[in-house]
């Protein structure tokens, strides 16, 4: 790792000890001692100086002193300062992320974190507190390579020849050592908590484990299988089991309730030997179970009755092409917060019950034969996404729907997401009484009508209005704007002066809006100071009579206009990496 530079290295330490650049005047010495220590490694002074923050200066000498004894070109022992200040909860954490994490959602370990005690919620508080992980885009972990390294480190130097007495088991060589070469390979092992294996790149055919080969880690709490088969053949073991994961060509054989007492979290993808019958034996027997992902289980038409697995807080059924019912009995799912139904194309309705989930505040369904949303949704008060398309070409007279005034009662709403040409009419009034709505998108719908009232949403961000046949005008928009896409059959124009705050704007006429154009000026261009991505393709509108106070636009296209009395552009327009494209109109 580079050194930095003295003054570069004290500014770092600075901002993550004081939240400032320069320390404190009587902190000033040990601030520069502590530079020396680290060696200017800027991993190790972003990662003390978290640890040091808010510390009174004792904490400080005794950190320097730890940091002396380590030899100047240890990074290990310079990191494991900050590993040793974690509690022990918090340091299982920290190697579960390092091992297994990477680039995972948060929330499943979250599930499992909480289930066996080790108070995950404070525990991640800490861990970025002292800069030892992020958490990303997505509610992803993020960790430095050297952070994943070290933790790695960790767990090799539990035993660093025998996998068989280390905690955690990420590597299919370490498995099979662990499982098969050991000479005492069926005794019970205490020490390894979690295991994942994906021999895709080891083997070009299935590998056959017996279950007594993984049963034998009876402290083993997390367990993920990608292209195994497992021969299962004995009862009641792997008590602590909490997370299980099996993908692609994994397959089970006389499946009992010994993985499943007390799991929290099942993920089942691309499993072929998973039927109706199978997962309604696994739903009854995962009691305790809090996450059930589906995908690619082909083999599934029929959601089974819910009622063995009441504590469900995630549901997920991505590409179960075959399925084509949902049990009513979902509605008992009191504490479902995560619906998720993408690409079950023979799925063609959702049960009434649905709008007895009181809790549910995530709705995401993308299905090809979807009719409409059951009205039973419009219930759904803890709602705070919805997220419904499906993918008929043409409009179907015998479904169509409109969005109800009930949508008002959503009040907790912040994206409304419908893509359906099943949707048609006004969209309701009402709209403009949810306070806290930052997302609407009616794309590929027949929506005619945008109310007035959507003007009065004060946190709304963006509008997604493309491939809107039907719609003829726009509104007043909100001020708090930030991206605006229509691709409609605008008649004018609109006024969008009044957006200040937009960055992304895109307006475009729809095919069928050719045998009569859109007709006005876009004279307020030049007001939108804050646009980086500008897109107006028009065949009959006059082009912006100014366009030079606009520093920040980067990406730039227009379609139609005349060119001979464009305007002239900001001069960063000569700049490399600027995208410019002006087409002149191909139609007549």
């Known amino acids: 790792?580079?050194?930095?530079?003295?003054?570069?290295a004290l500014e770092l330490l600075g901002r993550h000890a004081f939240d400032r650049d320069s320390p404190p005047d009587d902190y000033k010495d040990l601030v520069r001692q502590i530079v020396y220590a680290t060696g200017r490694l800027p991993l190790a002074l972003e990662l003390i100086g978290s640890f040091l923050y808010h510390k009174p200066q004792d904490s400080w000498k005794e950190t320097l002193d730890k940091l002396r004894r380590a030899p100047h070109e240890d990074i290990f022992g310079k990191l494991k300062i900050s590993y040793d200040a974690l509690t022990s909860e918090q340091q299982q954490i920290f190697l579960d992320i390092a091992c297994f994490f990477i680039g995972e959602d948060k929330m499943n370990a979250i599930y499992m974190w909480k289930d066996c005690e080790f108070f995950p919620n404070t525990g991640l508080d800490v861990l970025i507190s002292m800069s030892l992980i992020k958490i990303v885009?997505?509610?992803?972990?993020?960790?430095?390579?050297?952070?994943?390294?070290?933790?790695r480190e960790i767990v090799r130097q539990e035993n660093p020849t025998n996998p068989n007495e280390q905690s955690r088991i990420w590597n299919w060589e370490e498995f099979l050592e662990a499982t098969r070469t050991?000479?005492?390979?069926?005794?019970?092992?205490?020490?390894?908590?979690?295991?994942?294996?994906?021999?895709?790149?080891?083997?070009s055919r299935d590998v056959i484990i017996q279950s007594k080969e993984i049963e034998r880690f009876e402290h083993l709490r997390f367990l993920k299988l990608a292209r195994l088969t497992i021969v299962a053949n004995a009862t009641n073991h792997l008590p602590r089991l909490r997370w299980i994961s099996l993908s692609h060509t994994a397959r089970i054989y006389k499946w009992t309730n010994m993985y499943l007492k007390n799991v929290v979290i099942l993920e089942?993808?691309?499993?072929?030997?998973?039927?109706?019958?199978?997962?309604?034996?696994?739903?009854?027997?995962?009691?305790?179970?809090?996450?059930?992902?589906?995908?690619?289980?082909?083999?599934i038409i029929k959601m089974p009755d819910f009622t063995g697995c009441l504590n469900l807080e995630r549901l997920a059924l991505i590409q179960?092409?075959?399925?084509?019912?949902?049990?009513?009995?979902?509605?008992?799912?009191?504490?479902?917060?995560?619906?998720?139904?993408?690409?079950?194309?023979f799925l063609e309705h959702l049960p009434e019950e649905i709008g007895d989930l009181v809790s549910l505040q995530y709705f995401f369904v993308k299905c090809a034969h979807m009719k409409k949303l059951p009205d039973s949704i419009w219930k759904l008060k803890s709602l705070r996404e919805m997220h419904f398309s499906n993918c008929v070409d043409t409009p179907d007279s015998e479904n169509f729907w409109e969005l109800p005034s009930a949508i008002e009662l959503l009040q907790s709403l912040e994206v409304l997401q419908v893509e359906s040409h099943n949707l048609i009419g006004q969209l309701p009034s009402g709209i403009g009484s949810l306070p806290f709505l930052r997302t609407l998108n009616l794309s590929s719908s027949c929506v005619s009508v945008v109310p007035m009232t959507i003007s009065m949403l004060p946190r709304l961000q963006r509008v997604e209005l493309m491939g809107c046949d039907g719609l003829e005008a726009l509104p007043t928009l909100p001020t708090s704007l930030t991206h605006l896409r229509v691709f409609a059959s605008l008649l004018i124009v609109p006024d969008l002066s009044n957006l200040t705050n937009l960055v992304e704007l895109e307006l475009s006429d729809s095919p069928g809006a050719r045998d009569r154009h859109c007709t006005g000026e876009l004279w307020w261009l030049g007001?939108?100071?804050?646009?980086?991505?500008?897109?107006?393709?028009?065949?009959k509108v006059h082009p912006p009579t100014e366009m030079a106070s606009i520093p920040l636009l980067n990406?730039?296209?227009?379609?139609?206009?005349?060119?001979q009395t464009f305007p002239p552009l900001p001069l960063k327009f000569n700049l490399m990496g600027f995208n410019f494209h002006i087409y002149r109109s191909c139609l007549c």
């Open 527 to 539: 007001r939108l100071s804050k646009l980086t991505k500008l897109s107006i393709k028009f065949q």
């Open 268 to 299: 089942f993808s691309k499993l072929g030997y998973i039927d109706d019958s199978r997962l309604e034996n696994i739903i009854k027997m995962a009691t305790k179970l809090k996450v059930l992902s589906l995908e690619s289980c082909h083999h």
């Open 320 to 345: 179960c092409y075959q399925l084509r019912k949902i049990d009513g009995s979902i509605g008992k799912l009191k504490y479902l917060i995560d619906l998720k139904i993408d690409h079950c194309n």
């Open 137 to 151: 885009e997505n509610n992803k972990f993020w960790m430095h390579d050297q952070l994943r390294d070290f933790g």
């Open 1 to 8: 790792m580079k050194m930095m530079s003295i003054d570069h």
């Open 182 to 203: 050991n000479k005492s390979h069926l005794q019970m092992n205490q020490k390894v908590q979690a295991l994942s294996v994906d021999i895709s790149s080891r083997s």
């Open 555 to 563: 990406e730039l296209a227009f379609l139609g206009l005349d060119l």
